[in-house]
């Protein structure tokens, strides 16, 4: 199976983690990732894994144009799902200054928004992540049948949830692991893996990290607006501790959550139909 990436205005990530998934990939068979495969456009493939989201006028047009050279079409991580790291050039004041440089002239033209790629051409699937993890991208294109994540990150994470031990406050240190085996919740720590899909194997909650939730909402909240996802994860909060809700709900709007937390329904205002949970791998 032929397969090609189509990188549109994000940082690389997603790429440099299907790059370490090297040695399980016939690397072989990648006919066109700017990073690493010189060549102009992209050629005619089974599948089109794209990243980044659609910042300027070049994204849009090479994302016309590939869409009518591919059979499948794959929207792979956080930035082409829904804008991401590139969505923040959304921000009205980091727009008037870049529009204001005098050095502008030799970059493509922004346009209004970021938008993910599904506002433009179809989508076959969704591989959300931040990037999304090797073996994730293993799967996807020896055995896509193979990837069920249908559940969410605690059930990968396997930390301890006793029901005596309830903090009153969110704990001031990121990655103050006390315990190893006691839920980062039962910390203090606004760990989100309890509304997130799984499928990346807990890495970030198993080292003792928090989960920001790029995976995305788990499949009973994914075809549901943002609110059902802040909703959901206050309740937990709520059950499991006794941390004020508006404190989790003022913490769960701090820009590193807010990057991953408005994941399937920033965009909302696309009118873009909801991203049904079968697409969603």
Same mark, same amino acid.
């Given at each position: 199976?032929? @397969?090609?990436?189509?990188?549109?205005?994000?940082?690389?990530? &997603?790429?440099?983690?299907?790059?370490?998934?090297?040695?399980?990939?016939?690397?072989?068979?990648?006919?066109?990732?700017?990073?690493?495969?010189?060549?102009?456009?992209?050629?005619?493939?089974?599948?089109?894994?794209?990243?980044?989201?659609?910042?300027?006028?070049?994204?849009?047009?090479?994302?016309?144009?590939?869409?009518?050279?591919?059979?499948?079409?794959?929207?792979?991580?956080?930035?082409?799902?829904?804008?991401?790291?590139?969505?923040?050039?959304?921000?009205?004041?980091?727009? +008037?200054?870049?529009?204001?440089?005098?050095?502008?002239?030799?970059?493509?033209?922004?346009?209004?928004?970021?938008?993910?790629?599904?506002?433009?051409?179809?989508?076959?699937?969704?591989?959300?992540?931040?990037?999304?993890?090797?073996?994730?991208?293993?799967?996807?294109?020896?055995?896509?049948?193979?990837?069920?994540?249908?559940?969410?990150?605690?059930?990968? &994470?396997?930390?301890?949830?006793?029901?005596?031990?309830?903090?009153?406050?969110?704990?001031?240190?990121?990655?103050?692991?006390?315990?190893?085996?006691?839920?980062?919740?039962?910390?203090?720590?606004?760990?989100?893996?309890?509304?997130?899909?799984?499928?990346?194997?807990?890495?970030?909650?198993?080292?003792? @990290?928090?989960?920001?939730? &790029?995976?995305?909402?788990?499949?009973?909240?994914?075809?549901?607006?943002?609110?059902?996802?802040?909703?959901?994860?206050?309740?937990?909060?709520?059950?499991?501790?006794?941390?004020?809700?508006?404190?989790?709900? +003022?913490?769960?709007?701090?820009?590193?959550?807010?990057?991953?937390? @408005?994941? @399937?329904?920033?965009?909302?205002?696309?009118?873009?139909?909801?991203?049904?949970? +079968?697409?969603?791998?």
């Amino acid at each position: 199976m032929r @397969f090609a990436v189509l990188q549109l205005t994000g940082c690389a990530g &997603c790429e440099v983690s299907l790059l370490n998934a090297g040695d399980e990939l016939d690397l072989a068979n990648l006919a066109y990732m700017p990073l690493v495969v010189t060549a102009h456009d992209v050629p005619e493939v089974d599948v089109l894994l794209v990243t980044g989201g659609i910042r300027t006028d070049e994204d849009l047009l090479k994302l016309r144009e590939s869409a009518s050279r591919v059979k499948k079409i794959i929207a792979v991580g956080t930035c082409a799902i829904s804008g991401g790291v590139a969505g923040l050039g959304d921000r009205q004041d980091i727009r +008037e200054h870049f529009l204001a440089s005098a050095h502008q002239g030799r970059v493509p033209r922004m346009l209004p928004k970021c938008s993910p790629i599904d506002t433009e051409v179809k989508v076959d699937n969704y591989l959300p992540g931040c990037p999304p993890v090797p073996s994730l991208y293993v799967k996807l294109l020896n055995d896509p049948a193979s990837i069920k994540s249908t559940s969410i990150v605690c059930k990968e &994470c396997g930390r301890r949830k006793p029901k005596d031990i309830r903090p009153d406050t969110l704990a001031d240190v990121v990655h103050k692991d006390e315990d190893p085996d006691l839920c980062l919740v039962k910390q203090g720590q606004l760990c989100v893996g309890t509304s997130t899909r799984n499928g990346c194997g807990a890495i970030c909650p198993r080292a003792g @990290f928090p989960c920001v939730g &790029c995976r995305g909402p788990s499949n009973n909240l994914i075809e549901k607006d943002a609110n059902a996802w802040f909703e959901s994860i206050i309740r937990v909060f709520q059950r499991m501790t006794d941390i004020d809700s508006d404190t989790i709900s +003022e913490a769960l709007k701090s820009p590193h959550l807010a990057l991953f937390l @408005f994941q @399937f329904s920033d965009y909302t205002d696309t009118e873009l139909d909801s991203r049904p949970k +079968e697409k969603v791998l």
